[in-house]
């Protein structure tokens, strides 16, 4: 997107709070992704960085006893 003549990189990262690889890597691959923007210089200073994430409830039927559990976990991690 462009704004008053500046370029803005909008990174969406999108992934389950209810166990997995998405919620395991959420916060490293947050870190991994601005790092990398940061070595683009101006660009990348003008970023952001967005997570999407899943609730368990998105998973209708697929019930695993620990997705409430890994959900909690991962949201008390980042804060939410």
């Known amino acids: 997107q462009v704004m008053d003549g500046n370029v803005i990189l909008r990174v969406y990262v999108a992934g389950s ?5 998405g919620a395991g890597a ?8 601005r790092e990398e923007l940061r070595r683009l210089g101006d660009l990348g200073e003008s970023s952001e960085v967005h997570a999407m994430r899943l609730l368990p409830d998105a998973f209708y039927g697929i019930e695993h006893p620990r997705n409430q559990a890994n959900a909690y976990s991962t ?3 980042i804060n939410v």
Do not use: F, K
């Open 17 to 21: 709070v209810a166990g997995g690889m």
């Open 26 to 33: 959420l916060l490293d691959l947050a870190y991994i992704i």
């Open 75 to 77: 949201l008390r991690e």
